[in-house]
């Protein structure tokens, strides 16, 4: 009943920038926290940022200074602004909503797909 999907992933180079989307669509009545996600190949998946329904922001200390969330509550949208991109930053980066779909359900958590993110020269 709802969907995620991400976009803006691809091929950088070291120092360079890129700007992930994800876009929250069908039986949506509020959407509380929004946050992207990444996993490296042969490790755990971590979290990278959320933003709080009332837009709060938290990032891990890899990325503080050179990523920012934000989000389009019209939209049901999240997206995630990279720069000064790392090779370490390299991984597939999730999309995740806490979604609510009608006033008889509570908050459910959703997940993208995902989207390559490839920092190499």
């Known amino acids: 009943q709802v969907q995620l999907v991400e976009s803006g992933g691809g091929l950088v180079q070291p120092g360079g920038s890129l700007r992930l989307s994800c876009e929250a669509s069908g039986s949506i009545l509020k959407t509380n926290g929004m946050a992207w996600y990444r996993q490296a190949p042969g490790k755990e998946r971590e979290l990278v940022s959320r933003?709080?329904?009332?837009?709060?922001?938290n990032y891990v200390d890899s990325v503080k200074g050179r990523f920012t969330i934000s989000r389009d509550n019209a939209k049901n949208a999240v997206y995630l602004q990279m720069a000064d991109l790392k090779p370490e930053d390299t991984a597939v980066y999730y999309c995740?909503?806490?979604?609510?779909?009608?006033?008889?359900?509570?908050?459910?958590?959703?997940w993208g797909r995902g989207t390559q993110v490839t920092v190499s020269s």
């Open positions: 995740n909503a806490e979604i609510r779909s009608s006033i008889y359900q509570g908050f459910t958590d959703y």
């Open positions: 933003i709080s329904g009332s837009g709060s922001t």
